[in-house]
């Protein structure tokens, strides 16, 4: 008798939970939006930079798969680089703009119903489309002399041509947030942090690597309007 009573609450909370899920509608949702970023680069050795602030924006997928679980991803235009920081009395200065298309693929985690507590994390990629760089003209007659006083001396490798520079960059990125749903569609606000684990140069050495490390790094708030397709 036992066992037909625990047999019969077995089955019972099976079919409880296949009904539970059967009922959970998918929801899809595609949307745009856009942010600020803060972003520097992590170079070992060090550079001295002062941390930038930059934009971006583009288009975004949601998808609810079930409670409290989902899927997102985007396509952005973003610019990312770094400045230098000098003495004021060298009279040197220099700021790279790089222009990248990213791709950031996310488990998107919320809790709530019409105000949700959003959190995103997962892997990005992201392309390097193109570049633009602004030296003063000290620091370029500086680094003329010193190439010319020693062509085999790696200096100034952080200011080569874009040639030299990798085309792909990819790390994690992951972020908190908050999600109001509104007749008009959904809105989510939310904080992110993007780790680099690409490098601009090459770190090899044997290929007589400057740097060991030259990666992105990122901090960016982000609002992003979602109307839902299904």
């Given at each position: 008798m036992r066992y037909l009573v625990l047999l019969f609450c077995l089955t019972t909370g099976i079919v409880s939970l296949h009904a539970q899920r059967d009922s959970f509608q998918n929801e899809l949702y595609l949307g745009g939006g856009g942010g600020i970023i803060f972003h520097s680069v992590d170079f070992v050795p060090s550079i001295q930079q002062t941390q930038q602030l930059g934009g971006f924006g583009g288009f975004s997928m949601k998808y609810i798969t079930?409670?409290?679980?989902?899927?997102?991803?985007?396509?952005?235009?973003?610019?990312?680089?770094?400045?230098?920081?000098?003495?004021?009395?060298?009279?040197?200065?220099?700021?790279?703009t790089l222009n990248y298309l990213e791709m950031p693929f996310m488990t998107h985690i919320y809790f709530g119903d019409k105000t949700r507590f959003i959190i995103n994390a997962g892997p990005m990629i992201s392309l390097l489309l193109s570049e633009k760089q602004q030296m003063s003209s000290a620091l370029a007659d500086d680094l003329a002399a010193r190439r010319?006083?020693?062509?085999?001396?790696?200096?100034?490798?952080?200011?080569?041509?874009?040639?030299?520079?990798?085309?792909?960059?990819?790390?994690?990125?992951?972020?908190?947030?908050?999600?109001?749903?509104?007749?008009?569609?959904?809105?989510?606000?939310?904080?992110?942090?993007?780790?680099?684990?690409?490098?601009?140069?090459?770190?090899?050495?044997?290929?007589?690597?400057?740097?060991?490390?030259?990666?992105?790094?990122?901090?960016?708030?982000?609002?992003?309007?979602y109307f839902k397709i299904l």
């Open positions: 079930e409670k409290h679980l989902g899927l997102i991803t985007e396509f952005n235009f973003v610019q990312k680089g770094w400045t230098e920081e000098f003495d004021p009395e060298s009279g040197f200065s220099y700021k790279r010319e006083a020693d062509p085999e001396a790696p200096i100034g490798v952080q200011y080569g041509s874009m040639d030299e520079m990798k085309r792909l960059d990819y790390g994690l990125i992951g972020g908190l947030g908050m999600e109001l749903k509104t007749a008009m569609g959904a809105i989510d606000l939310e904080g992110r942090y993007y780790f680099g684990l690409a490098d601009l140069f090459t770190s090899r050495r044997s290929e007589n690597a400057f740097f060991s490390r030259s990666a992105h790094r990122i901090i960016e708030a982000k609002l992003t309007w």
